[in-house]
Every structure is written in structure tokens, then in C-alpha cells.
């Protein structure tokens, strides 16, 4: 009784303690992120940097709330590129890797392809999509697809691999089927590495979209980007870079919140740690 | 007399049969087991005691039917046994919990993955826990335990569809000698309860003795059975036990055994 008492009380302690660092280690980012707008504020205002080179980001800042209804519309269609990448990538990445690890002869077969797709640099595709896909949301689905697919199917695939024998010799023993096997452990076991591919690919499709829209699109924040630099409209540039980076934060916000829904126990912890790395 | 032994022949639950084990490996084959007799009795404790990379784990895989013998065969209950044999429970040296799962959770795999009733089987988890002390511990994760709590919560793991037979792979080793003493008292008191058939692999001639009514001793690979040692000690075994002169003559005689197999060969 005690030592229950006693272990709530030194978890409880623990988390107090968890808490409060993270609390003090979220101010110091927001501290010098502050310190470093107030910074650029202060020499461009100093030197009278002139807009089209470098504009404050009092007016960046204005711009990006002020002109919210062009660039929410354009930030939603580059939200659907990289969801729908994203989501492709996972849907089919996982089984392939799923499919190479049972199957030597698969895995010899797919991996070369895959690298083979991964060093190719893809922003020099992006003109023959035009090409072959047209305008629209469908190149950038592809290309953000293309860019998120290795991660994922790299980091299953190692994960898939870090099964302890004894652990399935256990199932076995269990009378456990291929299926349960792979459900009840195998799959389980390799979720922390799997989590960690896909913030790496989360990171990557939010890159995608955005090349694909530079070269392919008429819409999205890239296609914003490229305009405006066109126009020399420097405040717009920067302002819908500050919206790329609000949403690429929200994209990668959603795949830690995955993970801590789906990771549990001591391998939580393990993949925060590989995740702090990132 | 001679029909008395007969007798308990036929009633060996576990027999194998002039088994060998060979390796294949891309470096060639390895000869793990080179003929292996050995019957075993219902509720019988065994221990296989045998220098490392003898080949314990390879007989303990054979008899799981987790492995294939190459020669010979393995019988359990009178049936030839080539896939694995479910009716048993193993424990590890590395308890081999998954970490997502709590300690009752990691029990109630066993009950899972065999399709059993979860709620009839709960409070026979708890049970288990409470038996071995850990009552206070079912909902905690495998890296909130020390090491002999993951190896208490392994053994209650394999115990929990009460199987007829208990493997168990060094699952000691790991273990400080004092946590060692106290999980061996608590073995032996579970056995004695459940009246398991037990095959105990161990690095320890001490613990085989204690805990034994046969230590079976193996030669170095190519691994055959040197010794068959019947240990005829009163159950219930307390931990002073070893301080008997019995007991030192059996320990006594199998560091001998060792010695001889050259074994120890550095002192
Ligand atoms: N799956 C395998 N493939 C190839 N060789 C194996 C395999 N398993 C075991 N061996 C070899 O067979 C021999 C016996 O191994 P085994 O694990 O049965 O020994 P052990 O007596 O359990 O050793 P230890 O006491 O160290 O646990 C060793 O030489 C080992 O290298
Ligand atoms: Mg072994």
C-alpha cells in the first residue's frame, strides 16, 4: 500500500518536474524567435532596407493577416496537395514495406526502384508533369507522393525488422497466426520507427506541394510565391512564407499527436527520443 | 522392479528419440545436437545443465516443435510433435514483454492470441500476480519493472492457460543472486502448487540441484546427454537446503562432471 503510494507520488513528482521544463523550454524558443523579428525589425527600419529586398516584418505580418482570404484559399489547395500525397504515401508505402519484409525476393525487387525514385531529383520531373498531367491538383498530388513514399517505406521497413525472434517464437508457441503475429507484435514493435519516417515524410510532402506549385500550378502557396516575386511584391513573398510555415508546423503537429495516441509505454519515449533528433 | 520402470517409460510425457540438430548456415552446417534420448515424466522438474553453446536452446526449440529435429523425433503425449506444440508455456532469459502493453496486458496476450475468454481469464492474471508478488504492479509498463518483476510477470504469462508443460530458458540468468534465490523459492512453490511438467535450462549447477528432481547434464557441441542425475532431496526445498551435505554432494559431483567435460578447464 505504501509503495503504491509512494510510486504516485514520485510519477506525480516526475511529471510536476516534466512539466515544468517543458514550460521553461517552450519560452526560450519563443524568447529569441521574438528577439530575432525584433532584430530585423530594427535594421531595416535602421538602414532603410527598401521594401523589395527586405521588408520589415511589421508589414509581412500585416500582409499575412490582412490579405488572409486570398491566402487561405491557396494555403487549402496546398493543404490538399500535401494531405492527399501524404496520405497516398502512407496508404501505400506501409504495405510495401509490409510486402519487402515478408518476401525477399519483393524486397529485392522493389528496393532498387525505390532509390532509383528517391536519388532521381524530382523537381526536374515536375516540367513533365505539366506534360502529362496538366495544371491542377493531380501533379502535385504525384509529386508530393513521390517525395513522402521513401521515408515512410525506409523506416517501416527497418521497423518491421526489429522484432526480437524470441518474441515470435513466443507467438508461436501461442499457436499465433502469420496475421497475429504481425498485428499483435511485429507491427506494434515497429510503430515508434514508423512514426519517425513519417514526420521525416510530413516535412518532405510539405517541400513537394510546394515544388510542384512553383513549376506546375495555378494555385497553392507556391504558385503565390512565384507570383508575387514576379510582381516584385516582396511583402507577399514573405507573407506567404510565413504561411507555409504555420502549416507545415500544423501538418507535422498532427503526426506527433498520431503518435502519442498510437505509441504507447516505454517505446513512446524511445521514439520521442529519435524524434528529438529531427 | 524391472516392471515398475517399464511402466514409468510409457508414461513419459515428453520423449525424444535419438534426436540430432544440424544447422544449416551460410558458413556451413552446424552440428548442434548429435543423438539425444531423453524421457521425461509428467510432472517431472528437469533441469539441462550443459557448457554454453551446447545446444540447450535448440533441444528446448525441438521440444516446442518451434524447430525441426534433423534426425530422430520428439513425441509429447505420444504424438509426434512437427509444428509448434501449444500446449505449454516458455519463458526467456529476456522476459520478452512488449513494451506497450502493461503487465496484466503482457499476461493476457497468452489468452488472446489463443482465442480464450478474456474475462474468465483476468482475475486468474491477477491471481497469478498477486502469487508471485507483483499484485500492486499490473498496470505498469515493462520499463517501470526491475528485471526479476519482468521475469516474475513472464512466468505468469506462461502459466495462465495452465499448460501441461513449463519451459524455461535460463530465465534467471540475468538476475542478481539474492533476486535469484527468492525466484527460485517462488518456482518451486508455484510448481508444487500447479504440478507442471518443468524443463528448466540453467548456467547454474546450484539452481538445477535446487531446483531439480533430475538434472540432465550435455556434453559440449555436438551436444548428447552425459548424465542423468536424480536428485533426491524432501519438497518443499527451503533455500538452507544448500547448505546440507546432500545437496554439496550433488553440486560436488557435477562440478566434477564439468571437469572432466573440460569445462573448467582454467582453474
Ligand atoms: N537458428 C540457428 N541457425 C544456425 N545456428 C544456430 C541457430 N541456433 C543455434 N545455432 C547454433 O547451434 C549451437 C547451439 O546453440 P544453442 O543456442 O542451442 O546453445 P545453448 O546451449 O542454448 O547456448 P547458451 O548456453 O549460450 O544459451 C550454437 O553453436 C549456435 O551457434
Ligand atoms: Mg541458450
Redo the contacts between chains.
Sequence with gaps: MT??VM?QIQSTSAKAVTKKSKGFGFLVPVCSLLASVLLWEGIVRFFSVPVYILPPPSSIFHTAIAQHQYLLKHAISTSWAIFLGFVWAFAIGIPLATVMTFSASLRRAIYPLLIVAQVLPKVALAPLFIVWFGFGMFPKVVMTFLIALFPIVIDTLAGLSTV?P??L????????TRW?SFW??RL??A?PHIFSGLKIAMTFAVVGAIVAEFVASDSGLGYVLVDARANLDMVMVFAAIIWLIVLGFLFFLAVELAERLF????????SQELGAGL | MSLVLAATNESALIDLRAVAKTYETDTGPVHALARVDLKIKRGEFVSLLGPSGCGKTTLMSLIAGLATPSEGEVRIDDMSIRSPYTNLGIVFQNAELLDWRTAIQNIMLQIEIRGLDVKTYLPIARKLLAQVGLKEFENKYPDELSGGMKQRVALCRALIHDPEILLMDEPFGALDAMTRDQMNADLQRIWMQSKKTAILVTHSIDEAVFMSDRVIVMSARPASVVEDLQIDLPRPRSLDVRDTPEFNEYTAHLRARFKALGVFSND
Excluded: I
Excluded at chain 1, 517464437?169 to 499465433?176: D, E, F, T, Y
Excluded at chain 1, 505509441?263 to 524511445?270: D, N
Design positions: 509503495e503504491t510510486t526480437r524470441e518474441s517464437m513466443l507467438l508461436r508457441s501461442m499457436g499465433a497475429q499483435k507484435v506494434p514493435t510503430l505509441v504507447k509505454g516505454s517505446s513512446h519515449r524511445r
